[in-house]
């Protein structure tokens, strides 16, 4: 049987959008793939058990969890308070249990199993179980994911290269993810070189893809918990732009493209009317705005309200001001979902175009 390991050299450079392309491209070569997150740190309650949100995603997307138990794809959930708990209390051989097990019921009957890590190589090491010390219990060769550039992508992916070495796990390549398109031919050579004077292959260079960064509507609410005051309907809408309504509309509206996302503080009427009126150039019935979010924990007056109703569009309440709302939103952590159709088929798309799918197979 075939086992991979995908890291990163940090959290969000990719890992999720690299697994979920790898399988399901995987899976036209593959009768039987198998999925595992070993240890995951962003949870979701399913049937009472805590299973990471990529497992998750993948068991849903991929069709894999006929043939594994989604607990078994996410062994160990990083709650609140388990770091704490292990250093009082540590108990290594347990964890190792746990991960094992569920890893032999993963593999059983498949071909090939993808493995996604947490974090870079050294997550997990407070608890004795880093991403390293994890793809050499389940020897499994790895591929690190990094994200765009060149001095510092080398440098981290040296970094991390070094604890799997120390653990005597073999590094099949490198896939580097999020490269500005105008940059792309220029990074490509580049990294390229500054990786085969290190010995290790490029195995992919990923452009960025605005899209898979976009956040929806229906995201910003669960992350944030902002009240919902209408447009329930239309919760599952992209956020390409978010436009902070602070200024005179007529300068505010300027910065406003298709898909963008209005805050504004909520007694801010004539930002609020200007917005309802600002309509895309190809669709002169749907406004430019995805959504709007109000500010100061202040709802208009009800016939403003009445017109936000009618709009077809989500409006959420948040108590904070203007400024904390915005660097909310900013650091949001944006994932795919399974209902983001168009983001699955991106990514997909994108390690077919942009992977050496084949010196992987041959690296496995």
């Known amino acids: 049987m075939k086992k991979i390991f995908i890291a990163a050299t940090k959290q969000n450079d990719g890992k999720t959008t690299v697994s979920l392309g790898l399988i399901c491209n995987l899976q036209q070569r593959f009768r039987k793939v198998g999925f595992i997150k070993p240890i995951g740190q962003r949870y979701l309650e ?8 990529d ?8 069709r894999i969890g006929v ?35 569920s890893f032999h019921r993963i593999c059983k009957g498949q071909q090939l199993v993808v493995i996604e890590g947490t974090g870079h190589a050294g997550v997990g090491s407070v608890f004795d179980h880093s991403n390293a010390v994890v793809a050499r219990m389940l020897g499994s060769k790895v591929i690190i994911v990094s994200s765009g550039g060149i001095g510092r992508p080398i440098d981290e992916i040296i970094l991390n290269k070094a604890l799997f070495d120390k653990e005597r796990v073999k590094v099949l390549g490198v896939i580097i993810n999020k490269v500005l398109p105008e940059k792309y031919d220029k990074i490509k050579e580049l990294v390229d070189k500054g990786l085969k004077r290190k010995g290790i292959r490029l195995l992919g260079v990923i452009p960025f893809t605005s899209m898979l960064s976009y956040p929806t509507i229906d995201q910003i609410k669960e992350e944030t918990n902002y009240e919902l005051l209408c447009g329930k309907e239309y919760l599952a809408r992209y956020v ?15 910065y406003m493209v298709n898909d963008s996302l209005l805050i504004t503080p909520g007694d801010n009427e004539e930002m609020i009317r200007a917005a309802l ?17 109000l500010s100061g924990g202040m709802v208009p007056s009800k016939e403003v309200m009445e017109l936000l109703s009618q709009a077809q569009i989500p409006v959420l309440l948040a108590n904070e001001d203007t400024y904390s709302v915005s660097s909310t ?8 979902r399974p209902n983001h159709i168009a983001k699955i088929n991106m990514a997909v798309k994108l390690v077919k175009d942009y992977v050496d799918l084949e010196t992987i197979l041959k690296g496995i």
């Open 46 to 53: 399913e049937d009472g058990m805590k299973i990471d949100e």
């Open 55 to 62: 497992s998750l995603l993948i068991e849903e997307v991929c």
């Open 67 to 101: 043939r594994s138990s989604l607990k078994d794809m996410s062994p160990i959930a990083v709650e609140k308070g388990f770091t704490e708990k292990y250093i009082a209390h540590p108990n290594k051989d347990a964890i190792t249990k746990q991960i094992n097990e």
């Open 240 to 254: 390409s732009r978010v436009v902070i309504g602070a200024m005179r509309p007529v300068n505010a509206l300027r």
């Open 277 to 293: 009126n600002c309509w895309r150039e190809d669709e002169k019935d749907k406004l430019k705005i995805s959504g709007i979010i």
């Open 329 to 336: 939103i900013h650091d949001l952590t944006v994932k795919i």
